[in-house]
């Protein structure tokens, strides 16, 4: 299979490294002048500077001849501080899952529905590759290197995508099309089409059938998420409002297969790959929201 050529519009700049310089122990001696406001300047004073070794501690005898003993704060801060760098190292990660728990928190104090982030591991693989991808030391081809690591970012969205369709299966009210658990099988099995898309751009191993199958995949999420807010729209009672969400659902879903089709028959034009992703996952997007959209409204009038 041939392999897309990996083009970007753009380069990105030069990277410029500055190093910078550690701090040193002052070791040696260092003469300080004191401040007298009257009178001849006095001569320097001087200091011996010593090292942080120096200044341990040294026991004393005590009148009954018996060692004083040993201080344990210089154990105990050192622990501490190894303890604050263990920590340290996962600051970050701890960071954005607070952010995460507050924003659910905040939405669940508004009373609307928090729905749960089902590719975690995942998505954290995908980071692993990007960050091994942009601290590579191989400048040699840049542009490659970027377009790999675009795709990792498209690869993520798409989970988010896949996320959400996972919470509408959770969500349904008993679907007759598909049961619940086909639709998590289903959309984990898009998941990991995503995943190994993210890997092969991570080995520069992206070719044209990796893109039409995370097209692919795309499409399967549209197509499960189609049947599971239809499965819902069903329950409605007949009316205007079933008539509208209907009417709606069939013009977005006409409009995404257009939209598709156009973008796979690009790839044979040897498109620019970041852009097919960009344009793919934007439909897929935009088209699962508006489901979503469709969705709620059929929830608000079923509970």
Same mark, same amino acid.
């Given at each position: ?12 700049? *030069?990277? #410029? @490294? =500055?190093?910078?310089? $550690? !701090? &040193? ?118 542009? *490659?290197? #970027? @377009? =790999?690591?675009?795709? $990792? !970012? &498209? ?120 852009? #097919? ?27």
């Amino acid at each position: 299979m041939a392999a897309l050529p990996l083009r970007l519009s753009w380069s990105p700049p *030069a990277t #410029v @490294v =500055a190093a910078s310089r $550690c !701090a &040193r122990p002052i070791r040696g001696a260092m003469h300080v002048h004191p401040l007298c406001r009257q009178g001849p300047s006095s001569a320097p004073v001087k200091m011996e500077t010593r090292t942080r070794d120096a200044f341990r501690f040294h026991c004393q005898k005590r009148a009954d001849h018996h060692p004083e003993p040993e201080p344990e704060q210089e154990q105990e801060l050192e622990d501490d501080d190894a303890d604050m760098v263990a920590s340290s190292e996962n600051d970050g990660f701890d960071l954005v899952e607070k952010v995460q728990r507050y924003q659910k928190a905040f939405r669940a104090m508004l009373g609307g529905h928090v729905a749960a982030d089902m590719f975690l591991q995942e998505k954290d693989q995908i980071s692993n590759y990007m960050l091994k991808i942009s601290s590579s030391g191989d400048l040699g081809n840049v542009n *490659a290197r #970027v @377009v =790999a690591e675009t795709v $990792c !970012a &498209r690869a993520r969205t798409a989970l988010d995508v896949a996320s959400k369709v996972m919470d509408i299966a959770d969500l349904g009210l008993g679907t007759t099309e598909i049961s619940q658990h086909t639709a998590h099988q289903m959309v984990r099995t898009y998941a990991a089409i995503f995943c190994n898309v993210a890997e092969d751009a991570y080995h520069m191993k992206i070719e044209m059938e990796t893109i039409q199958t995370f097209l692919g995949a795309l499409r399967g999420l549209g197509a499960i998420c189609h049947i599971l807010v239809q499965d819902t729209v069903t329950k409605l009672k007949d009316g205007p409002l079933k008539n509208n969400i209907n009417r709606h659902m069939d013009t977005h879903s006409q409009e995404f297969d257009k939209k598709m089709n156009t973008l796979e028959d690009e790839i044979a034009k040897i498109k620019t790959v970041t852009k #097919v992703l960009y344009d793919g996952l934007q439909y897929a997007r935009s088209y699962i929201f508006r489901l979503v959209k469709c969705h709620k409204t059929a929830l608000q009038h079923l509970t």
